[in-house]
T-cell receptor, first 111, second 115 residues
Framework: DAGVIQSPRHEVTEMGQEVTLRCKPISGHNSLFWYRQTMMRGLELLIYFNNNVPIDDSGMPEDRFSAKMPNASFSTLKIQPSEPRDSAVYFC?????????FGPGTRLTVT | AQSVTQLDSQVPVFEEAPVELRCNYSSSVSVYLFWYVQYPNQGLQLLLKYLSGSTLVKGINGFEAEFNKSQTSFHLRKPSVHISDTAEYFCAVPWSGAGSYQLTFGKGTKLSVIP
């Protein structure tokens, strides 16, 4: 099993640009989570999907952030427009129960 | 919602010494508990989990944790640490009980192993 796959691994963009982060969960997992990790705020849950349906998006910071899961094998997290304070490592995780499997993360830098 | 508290943000320890990383949880319902490890520049990886049964849980890399209901604790221990154990460790609990797949993570404990 390849594990959770995230792309890109690193993204550097200028303020105001659109950023799209991608995630392929482990096959057979029916829950998917997007997290953000920063030194200041630690690990934060942004949004949680179950069976491709968003269950809890209360962690999404503001309308600039949106997430989709069009099918069981793909999800995106989009930031439009991006701001320097969005700089962080974004993790995707998937699960079939309580045990979550994390991807390697995308390190986003907004200048 | 359930929560976890990791009492130490940083723990330095010499190589081959024992270590204990502390975690306390708040819950009045049945509890599942998890410890995750994050090595530098990597995602989180499950170390061990308590779902039911024996209160002493063994995980990967020689780590173990003991579920203590009376003290609402789930401390992580290793009798002899290696340089490769340098990482950040997170305690986690389901956000709203055993039926919830969302996890609430503690703020993490950075373990630094000194040669």
């Amino acid at each position: 099993d390849a594990g959770v796959i995230q792309s890109p691994r690193h993204e550097v963009t200028e303020m105001g640009q659109e950023v799209t982060l991608r995630c392929k969960p482990i096959s057979g997992h029916n829950s998917l989570f997007w997290y953000r990790q920063t030194m200041m705020r630690g690990l934060e849950l942004l949004i949680y999907f179950n069976n491709n349906v968003p269950i809890d998006d209360s962690g999404m910071p503001e309308d600039r952030f949106s997430a989709k899961m069009p099918n069981a094998s793909f999800s995106t997290l989009k930031i439009q427009p991006s701001e320097p304070r969005d700089s962080a490592v974004y993790f995707c995780a998937s699960s079939r129960g309580h045990e979550q499997y994390f991807g390697p993360g995308t390190r986003l830098t907004v200048t | 919602a359930q929560s976890v508290t990791q009492l130490d943000s940083q723990v330095p320890v010499f190589e081959e010494a024992p270590v204990e990383l502390r975690c306390n949880y708040s819950s009045s319902v049945s509890v599942y508990l998890f410890w995750y490890v994050q090595y530098p520049n990597q995602g989180l990886q499950l170390l061990l989990k308590y779902l039911s049964g024996s209160t002493l849980v063994k995980g990967i890399n020689g780590f173990e944790a003991e579920f203590n209901k009376s003290q609402t604790s789930f401390h992580l221990r290793k009798p002899s640490v290696h340089i490769s154990d340098t990482a950040e460790y997170f305690c986690a609990v389901p956000w709203s009980g055993a039926g919830s797949y969302q996890l609430t993570f503690g703020k993490g404990t950075k373990l630094s192993v000194i040669p």
